[in-house]
C-alpha cells in the first residue's frame, strides 16, 4: 500500500479567503484522491512543536505561517530544511492602495514587506492568475496558477431567480469598494427615462464595524462603534438611489433606520437593500438581480485580483458589466461591435476612458434588447462552467503536489 502525501493546511481566516483559497480547494483534494492524499487544516498550528511539523510533506500557507509574520520567514526556512515543501498562496496584492480602509495598518505594521519575504523564501507560490503570478515571478520564480473555483454542487450557487416585471441590477461586495463604484458615474439618474423598467440592488449590506476618534489638543485616540450612517454602505447606498431620491420618504424613512427586515414587496421597489451573509450563503444573492455589475479602478492592487466576480456571475448565468481591466480581460469578450451584439461577446466591457458614460449606456442597450441578457448569462457560464469547476482544478492541483513529492 503506498504512502499517502501529508497535506498541512494554515487558512489566514475563516471567512472569505480561507473557504477559497485554503478550505475548499484542500477538502476537495482529500475527498477527490482519498488514497494519495491525507490533509489536516489547522488554524491555530503548533509553531514552536517540531513533531508537530515533521509528519508532513507539504504545507500550504496563506500568506503567512501563524500570527507572527516576522518570524514566519525563518519557519519556512527550517521547514524546507528537513524536507518539507511549503507553499505560500497569495490572492491579493501585498499593498493595498492609499483608498483602502487598511493601506495604513499594513504600512505602518509593515506588512506588505514581511509578505514579500515569506513570498521569496517559499518553495513555491500559489496565486490566482497570470496576471498576478508575473508580478509575484519578480520575487519568486516558482509560482503556479490554481484560480478561484467553484464547487458546482454548492447550494448556494444553485438558487433559482424568482421573475420579475422589471430587470434587476446587482452589485455583490464588501466594504473595500467605494472608489470603484463611484466609478459608475451616476448611472441612475442618467438612466432616469427608463428607471421604471429597473430595480437596483446592493448585496453585501453591513453597518458593523468601529471608529477611531483622535482628540486634536491631546492626541488620544478612543475606538467606538460605527453608526449606521457613517459606513460605507450608506455611501454605496446613495449611489444607487441618488442620494434617495429615486425612492418616495416612506421607503426613504424605513432605510435610514438600518434596521434588518423586508420592506413591503421587495418586487416593486426601485431599490432593494440586502443585507451581509456569512461565506457560506453569500453566493445565493446573485439569484436577487438578472445583471451583475463589476466596476474596479485601474490601479495595481485592482489588477492583481481574481477574477471572482466573473466565475460567480458566470455560474449564475447573470449577464455582466464590467471594468476592461485587469482579472476582467482573462474570460471576458466586449460584445458589442458598433453599437451592436456579436456572437463572440460575453460581456460588456468598459473602458476606463467610458467609465462617465458607459456604465448607464451599456444597461440601457440590454433593457432595449432583454434577450441579450438570457444570452450572455449562457455564454458566460459556458466560458467559466469547466475552466473554474473546483474538481477540475483540484485535478491539476493534485497533479501538482505529486510531482512535488519524489
Not at 439569484?287 to 456571475?313: C, G, T, Y
Amino acid at each position: 500500500m503506498k504512502e499517502k502525501i501529508n497535506v498541512l493546511v494554515l487558512p489566514s481566516d475563516k471567512t472569505g479567503v480561507g473557504k477559497f483559497r485554503s478550505v475548499d480547494p484542500h477538502v476537495f483534494l482529500q475527498n477527490l484522491y482519498p488514497d494519495d492524499f491525507h490533509v489536516d487544516i489547522d488554524y491555530e498550528p503548533q509553531i514552536n512543536n517540531m513533531e508537530y511539523w515533521k509528519k508532513y510533506k507539504i504545507v500550504h500557507a496563506h500568506r503567512t505561517i501563524g500570527m507572527d509574520y516576522d518570524m514566519a520567514p525563518r519557519i519556512i526556512e527550517w521547514l524546507k530544511s528537513i524536507g518539507i515543501v511549503v507553499i505560500v498562496d497569495l490572492d491579493d496584492y501585498w499593498l493595498p492602495t492609499k483608498e483602502h480602509p487598511i493601506h495604513n495598518i499594513i504600512v505602518q505594521n509593515k506588512i506588505d514587506e514581511k509578505i514579500k519575504a515569506n513570498l521569496k523564501v517559499a518553495s513555491y507560490v500559489t496565486t490566482t492568475t497570470d496576471i498576478f503570478a508575473n508580478e509575484i515571478k519578480k520575487l519568486n520564480k516558482n509560482v503556479i496558477v490554481f484560480p478561484n473555483a467553484i464547487n458546482p454542487k454548492e447550494l448556494q450557487f444553485n438558487q433559482p431567480t424568482p421573475p420579475s416585471d422589471k430587470i434587476r441590477v446587482g452589485w455583490l461586495g464588501g466594504s473595500s469598494h467605494l472608489h470603484d463604484l463611484e466609478l459608475l458615474g451616476g448611472f441612475v439618474q442618467k438612466n432616469s427615462d427608463i428607471n421604471d423598467k429597473l430595480q437596483y440592488v446592493i448585496c453585501g449590506f453591513d453597518t458593523r464595524g468601529t471608529v477611531t476618534e483622535i482628540n486634536p489638543q491631546t492626541g488620544e485616540q478612543k475606538q467606538r462603534e460605527i453608526l449606521p450612517h457613517e459606513t460605507v454602505w450608506a455611501r454605496y447606498e446613495e449611489i444607487f438611489t441618488t442620494n434617495y431620491q429615486t425612492i418616495d420618504d416612506d421607503y426613504k424613512k424605513n432605510l435610514l433606520e438600518f434596521k434588518e427586515g423586508e420592506y413591503k414587496s421587495g418586487n416593486d421597489l426601485p431599490y432593494v437593500r440586502v443585507w451581509t451573509k456569512p461565506v457560506t450563503t453569500y453566493a445565493m444573492n446573485y439569484s436577487k438581480f438578472d445583471i451583475s455589475l463589476a466596476p474596479i479602478k485601474n490601479h495595481i492592487f485592482n489588477r492583481m485580483k481574481s477574477q471572482l466576480k466573473v466565475i460567480e456571475a458566470g455560474f449564475y448565468k447573470k449577464a455582466l458589466i464590467a471594468s476592461e481591466i485587469g482579472p476582467y480581460t482573462i474570460d471576458l469578450v466586449h460584445c458589442l461591435k458598433n453599437g451592436e451584439f456579436n456572437e463572440e461577446g460575453n460581456a460588456i466591457l468598459i473602458p476606463e476612458n467610458r467609465n462617465h458614460s458607459d456604465w448607464s449606456k451599456s444597461i440601457k442597450k440590454l433593457v432595449q434588447n432583454p434577450h441579450m441578457i438570457k444570452e450572455l448569462g449562457e455564454r458566460l457560464y459556458n466560458t467559466v462552467k469547466d475552466k473554474y469547476d473546483l474538481n477540475i482544478v483540484t485535478k491539476n492541483r493534485a497533479e501538482f503536489y505529486k510531482s512535488l513529492i519524489k
